[in-house]
């Protein structure tokens, strides 16, 4: 089975942000990147909006109040790429806060030209 595994790749600083993340989001969001790597899906990863169907999936965890959110993308049939963890600060209901989603955007299109080299 290991060997079906899909390698995972982290996109800018999305593996140190996640490394400052309670241990308990951490393991949420680890093993939920275990499933995509499988080819599986968390319970708690949906797609995210704005992205064009299922390739961009949002995993949230909420701990002591704080919201926490891991994206990651399975578009790419090679591996995962961990494109953004963050601690949600918005006080805007349960949207994305711009600033992520215009980073989560960017590191898209820098795969997506990684992707066609």
């Known amino acids: ?19 400052a993340m ?9 093993y939920a990147l275990h499933l995509a790597q499988c080819g599986e899906k968390h319970a708690q ?8 169907g299922a ?3 949002e995993v949230v965890e909420d701990h002591q109040g704080d919201a926490y959110r891991a994206v990651y993308t399975v578009r790419y049939a090679a591996a ?3 494109l953004h963890c963050f601690q ?7 949207s994305t806060p711009k ?15 990684k992707a066609k080299e």
């Open 1 to 19: 089975m290991p060997s079906s595994l899909k390698p995972l790749y982290w996109v800018g600083s999305a593996r140190k942000d996640l490394g």
């Open 22 to 30: 309670p241990e308990e989001v951490q393991d949420t969001f680890g």
């Open 80 to 82: 995962v790429y961990v």
């Open 88 to 94: 949600k600060k918005s006080t805007h209901g349960i």
């Open 55 to 57: 390739g961009v999936l």
């Open 45 to 52: 990863a949906k797609p995210l909006k704005g992205f064009g």
């Open 99 to 113: 600033p992520d989603l215009d980073l989560i955007e960017a590191r898209l299109k820098a795969i997506a030209a």
